[in-house]
Nanobody, 115 residues
Framework: QVQLVESGGGLVQPGGSLRLSCAAS????????MAWYSQAPGKQRELVAR???????DYAESVKGRFTISRDNDKNMAYLEMNSLTPEDTAVYYC?????????WGQGTRVTVSS
């Protein structure tokens, strides 16, 4: 059983930056692909960025060039660096750990982009 705890959300002005962190425990972290999802009010949860166990990354088109996902296998941590934030990025951001057939989720951290 993998436990995930997100942190780093908050209120930021348009054009600002935030760094989300995801602390993992309870499994062999390096065996899991890690991902960040967002869920805006009234919308479905959708993939923002993913990083495989070997460091290969994938991004939603809407965040390419603005967001960067990374991981530190020694610290059992995943990160999402978010730059040039817009109000459309406002959502709850969830960290997930995937190793087929299981997916684990954190409780989410809220990001609000507003002036």
């Amino acid at each position: 059983q993998v436990q995930l705890v997100e942190s780093g959300g908050g209120l930021v002005q348009p054009g600002g930056s935030l760094r989300l962190s995801c602390a993992a425990s309870g499994g062999i972290f390096s065996n899991y692909a890690m991902a960040w999802y967002s869920q805006a009010p009234g919308k479905q949860r959708e993939l923002v960025a993913r990083i495989n166990y070997d460091g290969v990354t994938d991004y939603a088109e809407s965040v390419k060039g603005r967001f960067t996902i990374s991981r530190d296998n020694d610290k059992n941590m995943a990160y999402l660096e978010m730059n040039s934030l817009t109000p459309e990025d406002t959502a709850v951001y969830y960290c997930s750990a995937v190793r087929y057939p299981r997916t684990y989720w954190g409780q989410g951290t809220r990001v609000t982009v507003s002036s």
